[in-house]
């Protein structure tokens, strides 16, 4: 730095030096300090910097030393912020790569594409650095915070029990929107104990319901929920707060696995009535005609929320042809909308609850996501909840697709896939929470990735040890 028009102190940069000369004119506290201390030795009484300003090393006249080490200073300023920007958005485009997503801790595959990911590590900066006040990219409110702190930030919205892709849609309104709306929070809810009572209770309610469907008709076949119950708050979570944001009705449709756990617990039919089909006639000329299997069924009800508004509810009868029934969700939705009118048309909002080897493996999927905003099929956004056992029957992920995701497919529209641990809860519930928001905001659709398992096999007379012995050990 002998010569300042070697620098970036130079007569090419002469409209962005002059901007922050007159910013710190006006009021020296609106630049940055690094400028402040580089424009103290100045002197230059208002007039413009460049002409003789940037000639200071050479006029002999005591600042140019002090310049100089402003100069530095500031250079080494830009080079820490530039690792700073490079590591928040390396945290908001890959940190799901790294999340803890899997209940069973079965470690990620190595990807060797995404090497930029080691910039969320504690390594990439010294302990100087991460004392050190830097611009927080908007995830703060603040104008700068210490980097240590912006880091953990970083680490607990995207790193921790749930993984965001967002990074890829072109709406900066929407990206902007949930970038706030997760980093403010840090990807977590602060839930009251009445809240935490409700969704353990759904969760106590899902496994003893299954617990007695185990016990009492052993080897039966019902696609039991456990590994995944945590679908049980979720779906209660999406009708409450839907409910406070005007939803009145839900058409839901969903595969096998945990049909008859939302038929008790979230659309209320009686236990006895499924233990009754479970359990099937005495005489046996009744099985002649006698219609569906249990794990089937449809059923219509109203459910009540906290505050007391009623969300009607009609699960769509299903066959076994998994996602099948999705364009008969969207049909049924688009034609109760009709029937309203416009006015009323986002207060009716499809569910639909997939497998993950279905998701990613049906081409009737990727077809119904197409047509998903096409003004004929537009039903203002769909929920879609994969309930993700890591496996398809008895193939395992790596065997059954090629993306990384099971919900890649869904990346074709300007959507968010959200990523949750499915032991935990909490986050399940608190990413319910953002997707039913992100719906009745945006109108459009929204996925959440419930990382799960099975306890049991593909269903109940399978013995899962036999084509995984690895997981299931």
């Not at 310049?67 to 485009?93: I, N, Y």
């Amino acid at each position: 730095m002998s010569n300042a028009s070697e620098t970036y102190l130079s007569g090419s940069n002469i409209d962005f030096l002059e901007a922050q000369y007159a910013r710190y004119l006006e009021n020296p506290e609106a630049v940055d300090g690094t400028w402040q201390e580089l424009f103290k030795t100045f002197g230059r009484k208002g007039r413009p910097i460049v002409t003789e300003g940037l000639s200071f090393p050479r006029r002999g006249n005591g600042n140019g030393a002090a310049a100089l080490t402003a100069a530095g200073a500031l250079a080494e300023g830009f080079a820490l912020q530039g690792k700073v920007d490079h590591s928040v958005f390396s945290f908001r485009l890959r940190g799901h790569l790294v999340a803890q997503l899997d209940p069973l801790g079965v470690p990620r595959p190595p990807l060797d594409h995404v090497a930029d990911i080691a910039l969320v590590s504690r390594a990439h900066f010294s302990q100087s650095e991460q004392e050190a006040l830097v611009d927080p990219q908007s995830a703060f409110d603040e104008p700068r915070v210490p980097l240590k702190r912006l880091l953990e930030r970083l680490r607990r919205t995207y790193c921790e029990h749930i993984g965001v892709e967002y990074v890829h849609m072109y709406d900066s309104e929407r990206r902007r929107w949930l970038m706030r709306r997760m980093e403010q929070s840090e990807n977590h809810t602060d839930f009251t104990v009445e809240e935490q009572k409700r969704i353990f209770l759904g969760l106590a309610r899902a496994e003893a319901f299954e617990q007695t469907i185990h016990t009492k008709f052993q080897g039966q076949k019902r696609f039991s929920i456990e590994g995944g119950s945590s679908l049980i708050p979720m779906i209660d979570e999406l009708l409450d707060t839907g409910s406070a944001l005007g939803v009145r009705e839900v058409v839901i449709g969903m595969a096998h696995r945990g049909r008859l756990a939302v038929l008790a617990n979230i659309c209320g039919k009686p236990a006895e009535e499924i233990f009754s089909e479970i359990a099937g006639p005495t005489d046996p000329k009744q099985f002649l005609n006698r219609g569906d299997v249990k794990y089937h069924m449809g059923y219509s009800s109203d459910f009540t929320a906290r505050s007391g508004q009623k969300v009607h509810l009609s699960l769509a009868f299903n066959p076994s042809h998994l996602g099948v029934v999705h364009p008969v969700v969207e049909g049924r939705t688009r034609a109760k909308q009709d029937r309203v009118g416009e006015k009323g048309r986002h207060s009716i909002v499809p569910l639909v609850i997939h497998g993950d080897a279905a998701f990613s493996g049906q081409g009737l999927v990727a077809e119904t996501l197409n047509l998903s905003e096409l003004e004929a099929y537009d039903t203002g956004g769909t929920v879609h909840i994969v309930v993700n056992n890591q496996i398809g029957y008895t193939t395992e992920a790596e065997q059954g697709r090629s993306s990384l995701y099971c919900t890649g497919i869904a990346e074709m529209l300007d959507i968010p896939v959200f990523h949750v641990n499915g032991d935990d809860p909490e986050a399940c519930v608190h990413v319910m929470r953002l997707a039913t928001e992100w719906r009745q905001r945006f109108h459009t659709d929204v996925v959440v990735d419930l990382v799960c398992y099975r306890k049991y096999g593909h269903n109940e007379g399978d013995v899962p040890e036999f084509t995984q012995p690895k997981m299931y050990e």
